[in-house]
């Protein structure tokens, strides 16, 4: 990414974005971002959404639309490493609803006319594709490292039964894994819930 960042025609640029990993199908994966995060950073590709400098130049106060603007014109087209991420004027909510069907994170919506402000206020609003889920912890593998588990077996209710529904075993700092065992810990069994 740096070096497609070096690439650009400009003396100096501040540009608003997001890391991404994108799957097979184009889509960004918060899991993969994590993945590449640890071992892989050539996987990860920047999407430039909002450029807020450009060659020592304040663009914080022209509306959204001229930013992008001028953005667009000085990333390369088609680019892999540093993206530029378009913008769609319209019905926000039917949107919303296309990219949550698209199994896709969520919008991000702005004010087209809008200045930039780095803090949340306003001018712009994060709406996400919530899916949820309920589980049980049924249990936790036993860890060969210093952790105390390598990850938590979760079961799902179905019909009235515990179901099976996998595991999960990322996301824990070391207090976390502390805290879990220690209410685990003394509800053991030996058997199958």
């Not at 509306?63 to 990333?75: D, N, Q, V, W, Y």
């Not at 919303?96 to 006319?113: M, P, R, T, W, Y």
């Not at 990322?170 to 207090?175: A, H, V």
């Not at 976390?176 to 053991?188: F, H, K, S, T, Y």
Request: proline residues 3%; glycine residues 10%.
């Amino acid at each position: 990414m740096v070096e497609a960042a070096s690439k650009l025609k400009v003396a100096s640029a501040l540009i608003d974005g997001e890391a991404v990993v994108l799957d097979a199908d184009g889509r960004s994966s918060f899991q993969a971002l994590q993945n590449a995060l640890k071992g892989a950073p050539a996987d990860i590709d920047y999407c430039a959404v909002d450029l807020l400098e450009l060659d020592g130049e304040d663009l914080t106060q022209l509306p959204l639309t001229e930013r992008k603007a001028r953005l667009e014109k000085i990333l390369p087209k088609g680019g892999d490493r540093l993206r530029y991420s378009d913008h769609i004027v319209g019905d926000g909510e039917k949107l919303l609803h296309q990219f949550c069907d698209a199994n896709l994170e969520g919008v991000i919506s702005k004010k087209i006319d809008g200045r930039y402000v780095g803090s949340r206020s306003g001018g712009w609003l994060k709406t996400k594709c919530i899916r949820r889920q309920e589980f049980v912890v049924v249990g936790w593998t036993p860890s060969d490292k210093s952790r105390l588990f390598r990850s938590l077996i979760l079961g799902v209710h179905e019909d009235g039964v515990l179901r099976y529904a996998g595991k999960v075993g990322t996301g824990f700092d070391t207090q976390e894994i502390i805290d879990l065992m220690a209410v685990m810990g003394p509800l053991g069994r030996t058997h199958r819930p």
